[in-house]
């Protein structure tokens, strides 16, 4: 991480999900604060550190029309993949739920499975959920307490919870469909945080599906 005296809300995150980082100095005059990426002790990649922030505003558009989404925006899904967290933000589990729903949306086959823990928690993702139902092959699964009656969408399966113990988690699963690019989060609500996982391992997203079908 290179940056000037001030700390960075990346900073915060790489906290949050127990990736290690070194802070290095910028001066003044030099540019923004930015992330250096190794892999292997080889260079990855730069992204500047408010392409980084910008997940705590993911842009809210419908699936297949995020071409505008920053370079960070994906990358950090990909640094943090099979992680866990320890600490985050609704808005920010939109984003990385937005970035699962947008994989599914570009497969356009398989089966994608959500739990919003509560109806009315899906209500403002309706319309998005209606255009990945129409213009793709997907079975989509929607899980939630029934404290609001959502639209009947051709493809939307609705799934009742209630005294369980789903009602506390916001899970998001993808089977990966014909690309085979699975992936999943599980997070559980702790007061107005969240803690958990998300991941790209198959096998993993496996169970988490297996748990949301038989629940």
Request: with cysteine; hydrophobic share 40%.
């Amino acid at each position: 991480m290179y940056r000037g005296d001030d700390p960075t809300e990346v900073e915060s995150l790489f906290a949050a999900h127990g990736v290690e980082y070194e802070v290095r100095a910028l001066p003044s005059t030099g540019p923004g604060p930015f992330v250096l990426i190794e892999t292997d002790g080889e260079f990855a990649g730069a992204i500047g550190a408010a392409e980084l922030e910008g997940l705590f505003e993911p842009p809210i558009v419908r699936p297949g029309e995020r071409d505008e989404v920053s370079p960070g925006y994906r990358a950090i899904f990909e640094l943090f993949d099979d992680t866990l967290f320890a600490s985050m933000r609704r808005r920010a589990l939109l984003a990385v739920s937005r970035e699962i729903e947008d994989r599914a949306y570009r497969a356009g086959t398989g089966t994608l499975r959500a739990s919003f823990q509560r109806f009315s928690a899906f209500r403002p993702q309706v319309d998005a959920y209606r255009h990945l139902a129409a213009d793709t092959d997907l079975a989509v699964h929607v899980y939630g307490t029934a404290d609001w009656e959502p639209p009947t969408i051709p493809d939307i399966t609705y799934h009742v919870t209630g005294g369980d113990d789903l009602d506390r988690f916001w899970v998001l699963a993808f089977d990966g469909g014909d690309e085979g690019h699975a992936c999943g989060l599980v997070a559980k609500e702790e007061s107005d945080e969240y803690t958990g996982v998300w991941t790209d391992d198959a096998a993993v997203v496996e169970e988490i599906l297996a748990a949301l079908a038989a629940s």
